[in-house]
């Protein structure tokens, strides 16, 4: 296990902003993906933003320019920025932590942060 503890969570009305922070027990860089996943009550858990080892980066449609996600590999610690929040981005969020593997992939999750964004 490769415990990931979110922090950063909150509320905040639309049009804020707040950054969620990942802190890994180990080396992140092990790791192919670093990610964030959201689940909205009574939804499922959908994908949000991803990091890869090599630092290219991908974002849902509906986050383009308002979500950055970044990551420090010296202090184990991967980032997410969120701007112009709406209410709509409320949810909670997870970090993941993917490793490609021979058989399949193997993923890594923490216990979630709460994101609340008031209209």
């Known amino acids: 296990q490769v415990p990931l503890v979110e922090s950063g969570g909150g509320l905040v009305q639309a049009g804020g902003s707040l950054r969620l922070s990942c802190a890994a027990s180990g080396r992140i860089s092990s790791f192919n993906a670093m990610g964030w996943y959201r689940q909205a009550p009574g939804k499922q858990r959908d994908l949000v933003a991803t990091?890869?080892?090599?630092?290219?980066?991908h974002y849902v449609d509906s986050v383009k320019g308002r979500f950055t996600i970044s990551r420090d590999n010296a202090k184990n610690t991967v980032y997410l920025q969120m701007n112009s929040l709406k209410p709509e981005d409320t949810a909670v969020y997870y970090c993941n932590a993917r490793l490609y593997t021979l058989e399949r992939p193997v993923d890594y999750w923490g216990q979630g942060t709460q994101v609340t964004v008031s209209s």
């Open positions: 990091i890869r080892s090599g630092g290219s980066t």
